[in-house]
């Protein structure tokens, strides 16, 4: 049974529309990705799937459970975690009470010690830098820390927006390197990306978005394959 | 002359701490959801009064009653956040202004009509202290210490509990707070009940050394907003910091001027920063 469904959702700001019958399904223990250009409404589905905005119609059903009215807050005590695009870290706040924050439902409260550790032990630059304030990193660095900030909150799926937005390719590569050593420990991972060739490489199953709908999906393997995607997206 | 100087200083430095205690409330809120809280003088004379009530009527040693009324403080800061301020929060500010104005007139008009605007006295002494060739009085030496120990506690409750580290996260970022699971609504109530219990104990402690009326809290009000462009606006240590400079010339200009001349300087200094250093002597936030 999927873990996360989203059934044809209507949402947007204002009176401005941005998706248009939604729905998406995420399987426990996959990356999944959502690719598509900018402005297709990628965001504003992680964000309704979140609660910071609310569906005007439609559902999502998270473990089985109707969560489609409730607060970003409630959501996040139950597991549903988002690592927002362009980190939105607590700028004045040191590494280490980041990473506090990070675990504030009440599961992972009960072993902060434990993956702090786990942290660490991933992203070693992050344990160097635990006493600096988190404004002062590097872009690449502060985007280790918002994936970590996640990881702190034991999510039970974790939702990434714009991973590789702004930052090197090296650090990029890296950082999907984490994600995919995450994903084979068994947790279920929704990416949104715009690099749709390294969303796709890394990736167990894809959603293309386009205008706000789910315009093609399937196993990554064979989106890359597509006729349509290889044109739109990959330019080949 | 010199003992004259140090005396003076030492009797501002002592005034000046709870000054500092007093804008501190006043900051923090700012610091956390902008708001500039105009309610915040006659909250400043609800912890003189409910410190001499408690003492005059039940007898209740003023540092005791003081614990109360920070209880109390609190409470009323919750009370007034969700009647005055949730709804207004992510309105333009003068929403906010507006409706914490509200609170002040409400807050003077009942305590006018209860108390008139007469001077009351906490009668309590606690004798004077020597030091070598200088006498402080005793009242106003524990009503520094106090507003020492609450600054201090302040500090610990912000930087090494769950609850303060959320406020600053909040203040941070509160998008972001409520997608770790920090319910953003409660902790700006807690931060407003904490900034408004600041403002009622500061009024407490200026119970047991100055004379105070019901409009007495509106002149610490102006002193909050002068000590908090001193120090940096949101900024609490800077609050401290702004208001030991204050006492410091309540203390000293008028061993060498008329006493008049002390709201002249101090408002000049006002205008002199915020054309020079807007951002305060120790930096706002951000």
């Known amino acids: ?236 | 002359m010199g003992e004259v100087l140090i005396t003076s200083a030492l009797d501002g430095l002592l005034i000046g701490v709870i000054y500092g205690l007093a804008a501190m409330g006043l900051t923090l809120i700012f610091g956390v959801m902008d708001v500039i809280n105009l309610a915040h003088g006659p909250l400043i004379a609800v912890g003189m009064f409910g410190v001499y009530l408690l003492f005059t009527f039940l007898g209740i040693n003023p540092f005791v009653a003081l614990l109360i009324m920070a209880v109390i403080g609190l409470l009323l800061g919750f009370f007034i956040y969700f009647v005055a301020v949730n709804r207004v929060i992510d309105a333009p500010p003068l929403s906010s202004l507006l409706s914490t104005f509200s609170v002040n007139m409400m807050i003077i008009g009942v305590g006018t009509a209860l108390l008139t605007t007469s001077s009351y006295n906490v009668e309590y002494s606690l004798g004077s202290f020597e030091f070598g060739f200088f006498r402080v009085p005793g009242a106003r030496l524990m009503a520094a210490l106090a507003a020492l120990v609450v600054t201090g506690l302040l500090y610990l409750f912000m930087y090494r509990t769950r609850p303060g580290k959320y406020i600053r996260a909040v203040a941070d970022n509160r998008a972001s707070a409520e997608l770790m699971g920090i319910p953003s609504t409660r902790i700006l109530a807690l931060a407003f009940g904490i900034g408004v219990m600041l403002a009622v104990v500061a009024g407490g402690l200026i119970a047991t050394i100055l004379p105070i009326n019901i409009l007495a809290g509106g002149s610490f009000e102006l002193k909050s907003f002068v000590i908090v462009v001193l120090g940096g606006l949101g900024n609490p240590l800077g609050a401290l910091f702004g208001g030991l400079i204050l006492g410091l010339i309540e203390g000293l200009v008028p061993v060498v001027m008329k006493t008049t001349w002390v709201p002249v300087i101090e408002y000049a200094l006002f205008v002199l920063i915020l054309l020079v250093r807007p951002q305060g002597l120790m930096g706002a936030k951000k």
């Open chain 1, 1 to 236: 049974m999927a873990l996360l469904e989203v059934h044809d959702v209507n949402s947007g700001y204002g009176e401005l529309q941005i998706l248009w019958d939604a729905s998406m399904s995420l399987e426990p223990g996959q990356l999944t990705t959502l690719v598509g250009s900018n402005g297709s409404g990628k965001t504003t589905l992680l964000r309704t799937i979140m609660g910071q905005l609310k569906p005007w119609s439609g559902s999502v059903i998270f473990d089985g459970e109707d969560v489609s009215k409730l607060p970003p807050y409630t959501k996040a005590d139950l597991g549903l975690i988002m690592v927002p695009e362009g980190r939105q870290l607590f700028s004045s706040m040191s590494v280490r009470e980041n990473l506090e924050m990070g675990a504030t439902p009440k599961r992972a409260r009960a072993h902060m010690a434990q993956n702090l550790e786990r942290i660490f032990d991933i992203f070693p630059r992050l344990a160097e830098r635990a006493d600096q304030k988190a404004g002062t990193m590097s872009g690449g660095e502060q985007q280790m820390l918002a994936v970590a900030r996640g990881i702190m909150s034991e999510p039970r799926i974790l939702m990434v927006d714009e991973l590789s937005l702004g930052l090197a390719p090296v650090l990029t590569l890296d950082l999907f390197m984490a994600l995919r050593k995450l994903r084979n420990e068994g947790l279920t991972i929704l990416l949104v990306e715009q690099n749709v060739r390294m969303a796709l490489k890394v990736s167990d199953y894809a959603y293309v978005f386009n205008e706000g709908r789910v315009n093609l999906s399937g196993p990554s393997s064979e989106v890359e394959n597509n006729e349509e995607v290889r044109r739109a997206y990959l330019g080949i």
